[in-house]
């Protein structure tokens, strides 16, 4: 069955740390991966995309995210977080024979000063 | 204006009752989606619909309808609400090929 697992339900770090959120997935398909930013009160913003080539991809507000096949891993990082970076993080996936996509559960991030 | 715009923000309502939930978008995709979210549960999708005349259940579809009025158009239908449908929905549009959805600022549904 097609799954994507967010292993951490809450993480906390200090402003300037380094972040790492987790998502592994498991799907049959050649997946194209995403990671969601949820701030209170607001709908998901998109963060970055993997659909083939780089297997590190950039994405807005400093964030970048690297996809590992041999591990089913697509690992959110930035190499140091502001206060304004929490709110809660979904990672999701699909593929290219269906047109939905699977949300893991996020992970809720808060930065203490 | 927003692109994918969700009326009403917030609604209260009582068990029984019938809702809607409406959504609208600027974008001009064809792909347009419901879900619903659930604190610990993630989004799960509710319906989806390609075009105005390829409207799709999603895993959760049960106790829902929807409605593709038009391109832009994609309501969401409670017809007798019930407690457990209580729950922040959220609409989303895709573009053809493999861009990512674009979400809604979402309607917070409490039914009492």
């Known amino acids: 069955a097609q799954s994507v697992t967010q292993p951490d339900i809450h993480i906390t770090v200090s402003e300037g740390a380094s972040l790492e959120l987790r998502c592994n997935y498991s799907?049959?398909?050649?997946?194209?991966l995403f990671w969601y930013v949820q701030s209170p009160g607001q709908g998901l913003q998109l963060l970055l995309k993997y659909f083939s080539g780089d297997t590190l991809v950039q994405g807005i507000k400093g964030f970048e995210a690297e996809f590992k096949r041999s591990q089913s891993s697509f690992n959110l990082r930035k190499p140091s977080v502001h206060w304004s970076d929490a709110a809660e993080y979904f990672c999701?996936?699909?593929?290219?024979?269906?047109?939905?996509?699977?949300f893991g559960t996020g992970t809720r991030l808060q930065v203490f000063p | 204006d927003a692109d994918v715009t969700q009326t009403p923000r917030n609604r209260i309502t009582k068990t029984g009752k019938r809702i809607m939930l409406e959504c609208s978008q600027t974008?001009?995709?064809?792909?347009m989606y419901w879900y619903r979210q659930d604190p610990g549960l993630g989004l799960r999708l509710i319906y989806y619909s390609f075009d105005v005349k390829d409207i799709n259940k999603g895993e959760i579809s049960d106790g829902y309808s929807v409605s593709r009025q038009a391109q832009a158009k994609f309501s969401l239908s409670l017809e007798s609400a019930i407690p457990n449908q209580t729950a922040l929905y959220f609409c989303?549009?895709?573009?053809?090929?493999?861009?990512?959805?674009?979400f809604g600022d979402g309607t917070r549904l409490s039914i009492l």
């Open positions: 999701a996936v699909g593929s290219y024979n269906t047109d939905k996509l699977i």
């Open positions: 974008k001009g995709h064809d792909r």
């Open positions: 799907y049959g398909a050649t997946p194209y």
């Open positions: 989303a549009t895709r573009g053809a090929g493999r861009g990512p959805q674009h």
